[in-house]
């Protein structure tokens, strides 16, 4: 059926145009000979097409422009004729007696744009005939393009201030007066056009409406446009009269269209000054309107003229522009009862953006929209509705947006309670927004109070909600979520002990509540925050920067660490915790605390033994271990043998040879420590070397035994290197005949049958023997030193 009416409708404009063609056919033969008769005549004929009612908005505009284009050429020729003596006066009076109404006052429009140009009668008199004329179409679709066609042809005709058709001391209200009134008879018969025809079609009446309305809104552009429109004009008759035939139609879709028209063809100068009255025609509208789009749209553009300029923002504040708008909104949202969550929440989201650009300053005005905002959403639990998911999203963004700085934002009391009605997911973007805006704008947050207001707000990071199993996430955004609040962990900073001691505590209160996945993210930033603490203390000018009269010693520091990094026992993460207890203990060291930095030793040894069973996990432990215990200059005797023992002991014990071997050399260096002449046994250091060879050989004899060849001689390479280093440091145990042995040993080992070729091991010994022979062509005290070596 469909198709068949589209087939219909096309041959129907077919015919129309064929018709419409061939009378002006005729129409041009007659004015080509001057026959005034003829070309009246065959023009009525051709604009007969016109009366119509077959057509679709769409195809009555396609016959209505090429009738129009007809009427241009015959309005030339009326020119024309009135040039040659024929009396316009006559010609219009001549065009009415064309039988049918609907070319007749076409062929009156014509006439009537000649005649106003000839200036033989005034412009308004004109004008008012024609507006008035034309009440004879009452059809919708042929009176809106008629009066369209009015309309066109007199908006360079207007008697307005400066044009050459001006009048009298009222010419301005004249103008305005035809048209207002060919807007209010456009619109009229726009609304007619919904209640025409059966009830089954409203959606395709809708629709062709849709077509139609910029006949309708231009109407309001040519009003905008008039010279003598000042701003008093506008406030005591254009707006009223516009808002009256708005709010009197009774009509969604032309209520909406047209104070969107209103909004947008108005400077907006005129919109602040009358804010009052346009304000007031909004509850007066039809419940159905989409009331917010409209709004929002005037609150933009008053926006936007707030930010164009500083000058304009006393004009503003005179008129108390934040009041009224804001009581607007609540009359709104009060009178329409089931208007849904997504229009207030835009409502309130381009209030908001409005007050940030007018009144920055006012602070309690955006805490004043956002209250409104929580009591409109306080009845609606969670909100379902991602668009007004969305527009939350937007309300909470701007104020962040607009100062660029999260410590003003956390002063709007209200700003977390509008966080509580969004869902966990929107809640983990925005403080994401949140934490982004702070690390973009390097926000610094000095006090406790204020990062527990934040860690509130950023809650949706720190921990679950509503029991959402983070099982669901994409383990990818976790992590880039997690490593986000670490980010936002190390910028938190205050030169006073005391406070930054509350901002760690207060820190750590939020992120132990986070669960098992979350710690072995938070944790780390913090403790590394708790050692930067110590750290800029200990650089300090006094002597005793901590003092024991004051709350927060090194030692309170430190038992807040070791109960923080406890909290990772049940992740489990012992490797992140045991590198922990080793950094804290580093930190002991340097604060000259004993027993603290053996407790920490104490528990990262625990650690080892219970915790770590991977045996590559406890290569990398156990050389963690040597590193810092290597290190580590605040032990007295008894306590540094203990530890070097129990790490000595851990390296022999390892899974894998060539792995105990590695790290029972390591271990030698514990026992020669540079800069401290009391830790520096060479006996103990050779036992260890001597050790690691007899491992190293071990190694080769159970390849051998396995493989059928003894393997690489890389671990014998790599022992010879430790007794050169020592041999250079001065240890009178290392001396040239055991670093001779050592290479006879590499070299036979090396043209053994039994051992399998290894290039990497030839290219290391090589390079190991090269560095001898450098050492031995210095000269001097070392040359003399290496020169019985021989390579």
Same mark, same amino acid.
């Given at each position: 059926?469909?198709?068949?009416?589209?087939?219909?409708?096309?041959?129907?404009?077919?015919?129309?145009?064929?018709?419409?063609?061939?009378?002006?056919?005729?129409?041009?033969?007659?004015?080509?000979?001057?026959?005034?008769?003829?070309? @009246?005549?065959?023009?009525?004929?051709?604009?007969?097409?016109?009366?119509?009612?077959?057509?679709?908005?769409?195809?009555?505009?396609?016959?209505?422009?090429?009738?129009?284009?007809?009427?241009?050429?015959? &309005?030339?020729?009326?020119?024309?004729?009135?040039?040659?003596?024929?009396?316009?006066?006559?010609?219009?009076?001549?065009?009415?007696?064309?039988? #049918?109404? *609907?070319?007749?006052?076409?062929?009156?429009?014509?006439?009537?744009?000649?005649?106003?140009?000839?200036?033989?009668?005034?412009?308004?008199?004109?004008?008012? /005939?024609?507006?008035?004329?034309?009440?004879?179409?009452?059809?919708?679709?042929?009176?809106?393009?008629?009066?369209?066609?009015?309309?066109?042809?007199?908006?360079?005709?207007?008697?307005?201030?400066?044009?050459?058709?001006?009048? %009298?001391?009222?010419?301005?209200?004249?103008?305005?007066?035809?048209?207002?009134?060919?807007?209010?008879?456009? #619109?009229?018969?726009?609304?007619?056009?919904?209640?025409?025809?059966?009830?089954?079609?409203?959606?395709?009446?809708?629709?062709?409406?849709?077509? *139609?309305?910029? *006949?309708?809104?231009?109407?309001?552009?040519?009003?905008?446009?008039?010279?003598?429109?000042?701003?008093?004009?506008?406030?005591?008759?254009?707006?009223?009269?516009?808002?009256?035939?708005?709010?009197?139609?009774?009509?969604?879709?032309?209520?909406?269209?047209?104070?969107?028209?209103?909004?947008?063809?108005?400077?907006?100068?005129?919109?602040?000054?009358?804010?009052?009255?346009?304000?007031?025609?909004?509850?007066?509208?039809?419940?159905?309107?989409?009331?917010?789009?409209?709004?929002?749209?005037?609150?933009?553009?008053?926006?936007?003229?707030?930010?164009?300029?500083?000058?304009?923002?006393?004009?503003?504040?005179?008129?108390?522009?934040?009041?009224?708008?804001?009581?607007?909104?609540?009359?709104?949202?009060?009178?329409?009862?089931?208007?849904?969550?997504?229009?207030?929440?835009?409502?309130?989201?381009?209030?908001?953006?409005?007050? @940030?650009?007018?009144?920055?300053?006012?602070?309690?005005?955006?805490?004043?929209?956002?209250?409104?905002?929580?009591?409109?959403?306080?009845?609606?639990?969670?909100?379902?509705?991602?668009?007004?998911?969305?527009?939350?999203?937007?309300? @909470?963004?701007?104020?962040?947006?607009?100062?660029?700085?999260?410590?003003?934002?956390?002063?709007?009391?209200?700003?977390?309670?509008?966080?509580?009605?969004?869902?966990?997911?929107?809640? $983990?973007?925005?403080?994401?927004?949140?934490?982004?805006?702070?690390?973009? #704008?390097?926000?610094?947050?000095?006090?406790?109070?204020?990062?527990?207001?934040?860690? &509130?707000?950023?809650?949706?990071?720190?921990?679950?909600?509503?029991?959402?199993?983070?099982?669901?996430?994409?383990? /990818?955004?976790?992590?880039?979520?997690?490593?986000?609040?670490?980010?936002?962990?190390?910028?938190?900073?205050?030169?006073?002990?005391?406070?930054?001691?509350?901002?760690?505590?207060?820190?750590? $209160?939020?992120?132990?509540?986070?669960?098992? $996945?979350?710690?072995?993210?938070?944790?780390?930033?913090?403790?590394?925050?708790?050692?930067?603490?110590?750290?800029?203390?200990?650089?300090?000018?006094?002597?005793?920067?901590?003092?024991?009269?004051?709350?927060?010693?090194?030692?309170?520091?430190?038992?807040?660490?070791?109960?923080?990094?406890?909290?990772?026992?049940?992740?489990?993460?012992?490797?992140?915790?045991?590198?922990?207890?080793?950094?804290?203990?580093?930190?002991? #060291?340097?604060? %000259?605390?004993?027993?603290?930095?053996?407790?920490?030793?104490?528990?990262?040894?625990?650690?080892?033994?219970?915790?770590?069973? %991977?045996?590559?996990?406890?290569?990398?432990?156990?050389?963690?271990?040597?590193?810092?215990?290597?290190?580590?200059?605040?032990?007295?005797?008894?306590?540094? /043998?203990?530890?070097?023992?129990?790490?000595?002991?851990?390296?022999?014990?390892? @899974?894998? $040879?060539?792995?105990?071997?590695?790290?029972?050399?390591?271990?030698?260096?514990?026992?020669?420590?540079?800069?401290?002449?009391?830790?520096?046994?060479?006996?103990?250091?050779?036992?260890?070397?001597?050790?690691?060879?007899?491992?190293?050989?071990?190694?080769?004899?159970?390849?051998?035994?396995?493989?059928?060849?003894?393997?690489?001689?890389?671990?014998?390479?790599?022992?010879?290197?430790?007794?050169?280093?020592?041999?250079?440091?001065?240890?009178?145990?290392?001396?040239?005949?055991?670093?001779?042995?050592?290479?006879? *040993?590499?070299?036979?080992?090396?043209?053994?049958?039994?051992?399998?070729?290894?290039?990497?091991?030839?290219?290391?010994?090589?390079?190991?023997?090269?560095?001898?022979?450098?050492?031995?062509?210095?000269?001097?005290?070392?040359?003399?030193?290496?020169?019985?070596?021989?390579?």
């Amino acid at each position: 059926m469909m198709v068949d009416g589209v087939e219909d409708e096309e041959k129907w404009l077919a015919a129309g145009i064929a018709g419409l063609q061939q009378n002006a056919f005729y129409m041009h033969r007659a004015l080509d000979s001057n026959n005034l008769r003829d070309a @009246l005549k065959y023009s009525a004929q051709m604009l007969s097409e016109l009366r119509t009612s077959k057509l679709s908005p769409q195809k009555y505009y396609q016959l209505y422009m090429r009738a129009f284009d007809e009427l241009r050429k015959l &309005e030339m020729f009326f020119k024309e004729e009135t040039r040659r003596g024929c009396s316009i006066i006559d010609l219009y009076e001549l065009v009415q007696h064309a039988g #049918n109404i *609907l070319p007749r006052l076409y062929l009156l429009c014509t006439v009537g744009s000649v005649y106003i140009k000839s200036k033989e009668a005034p412009a308004k008199d004109v004008l008012k /005939d024609l507006v008035e004329m034309c009440r004879g179409i009452q059809h919708p679709v042929r009176g809106l393009f008629l009066r369209s066609y009015l309309s066109q042809i007199s908006r360079d005709k207007l008697p307005d201030i400066g044009s050459e058709y001006e009048g %009298d001391a009222d010419t301005v209200n004249d103008a305005m007066e035809f048209v207002l009134q060919n807007f209010t008879e456009m #619109n009229k018969l726009w609304v007619r056009m919904q209640h025409q025809g059966p009830a089954r079609e409203k959606d395709k009446r809708e629709k062709e409406r849709s077509e *139609l309305r910029d *006949l309708v809104g231009k109407n309001l552009h040519v009003l905008s446009q008039i010279e003598g429109v000042d701003l008093d004009t506008y406030k005591e008759t254009v707006l009223p009269r516009v808002l009256e035939q708005v709010v009197n139609c009774k009509d969604e879709i032309a209520q909406c269209y047209l104070m969107d028209c209103i909004i947008q063809v108005f400077p907006d100068e005129y919109h602040l000054q009358t804010l009052e009255i346009l304000l007031g025609a909004f509850p007066q509208l039809q419940p159905s309107v989409d009331i917010k789009t409209v709004l929002s749209r005037l609150m933009e553009r008053l926006s936007n003229y707030a930010a164009s300029s500083t000058e304009v923002l006393p004009e503003f504040l005179q008129v108390e522009a934040f009041s009224k708008l804001n009581n607007a909104i609540g009359k709104v949202i009060e009178a329409q009862a089931d208007m849904p969550i997504l229009g207030a929440v835009t409502l309130y989201s381009s209030l908001l953006t409005f007050t @940030l650009h007018v009144h920055p300053d006012r602070l309690d005005y955006a805490d004043q929209v956002l209250g409104a905002c929580v009591k409109k959403l306080s009845g609606e639990g969670k909100l379902e509705d991602n668009r007004a998911t969305k527009q939350i999203v937007a309300l @909470l963004s701007a104020p962040l947006d607009k100062y660029n700085d999260i410590v003003t934002v956390l002063k709007l009391s209200n700003y977390p309670s509008v966080m509580e009605y969004v869902d966990s997911e929107t809640n $983990k973007v925005m403080a994401m927004v949140i934490i982004q805006s702070i690390m973009k #704008n390097n926000t610094q947050i000095s006090t406790a109070d204020k990062v527990g207001a934040l860690f &509130e707000l950023i809650k949706g990071l720190i921990r679950d909600l509503d029991g959402a199993a983070h099982d669901q996430v994409d383990e /990818d955004d976790f992590k880039e979520e997690q490593n986000s609040v670490a980010r936002l962990i190390q910028m938190l900073q205050n030169d006073d002990t005391e406070e930054m001691f509350k901002i760690i505590c207060t820190v750590r $209160k939020h992120i132990l509540t986070g669960g098992p $996945k979350r710690l072995p993210f938070t944790v780390p930033p913090l403790v590394f925050s708790s050692l930067k603490v110590l750290v800029r203390q200990l650089q300090g000018p006094e002597e005793n920067p901590f003092g024991e009269e004051g709350s927060t010693t090194p030692k309170k520091v430190f038992q807040l660490l070791n109960q923080t990094i406890e909290t990772l026992y049940g992740v489990p993460a012992p490797e992140l915790a045991l590198r922990l207890y080793l950094q804290c203990a580093e930190a002991a #060291n340097d604060s %000259d605390l004993e027993p603290v930095a053996y407790e920490f030793f104490t528990q990262a040894y625990i650690l080892y033994e219970e915790e770590i069973s %991977d045996s590559r996990a406890q290569v990398t432990a156990i050389h963690l271990i040597i590193g810092t215990l290597q290190r580590m200059h605040v032990f007295g005797v008894e306590n540094r /043998d203990t530890l070097t023992h129990k790490a000595t002991g851990y390296s022999a014990k390892l @899974l894998k $040879k060539p792995d105990q071997c590695r790290a029972v050399y390591a271990c030698s260096h514990l026992f020669w420590v540079d800069d401290q002449d009391n830790m520096k046994d060479g006996e103990r250091v050779l036992l260890c070397l001597k050790r690691a060879l007899r491992i190293a050989n071990a190694a080769q004899q159970m390849s051998n035994a396995t493989r059928g060849s003894t393997g690489s001689v890389t671990l014998f390479v790599e022992i010879l290197n430790k007794y050169l280093y020592f041999f250079e440091k001065g240890n009178t145990q290392i001396n040239a005949a055991a670093i001779q042995s050592l290479i006879e *040993l590499i070299t036979a080992e090396m043209q053994s049958e039994s051992n399998s070729p290894d290039p990497a091991a030839d290219a290391f010994f090589a390079s190991t023997l090269r560095y001898i022979q450098f050492q031995k062509q210095k000269g001097g005290a070392v040359g003399e030193k290496y020169e019985p070596i021989k390579v």
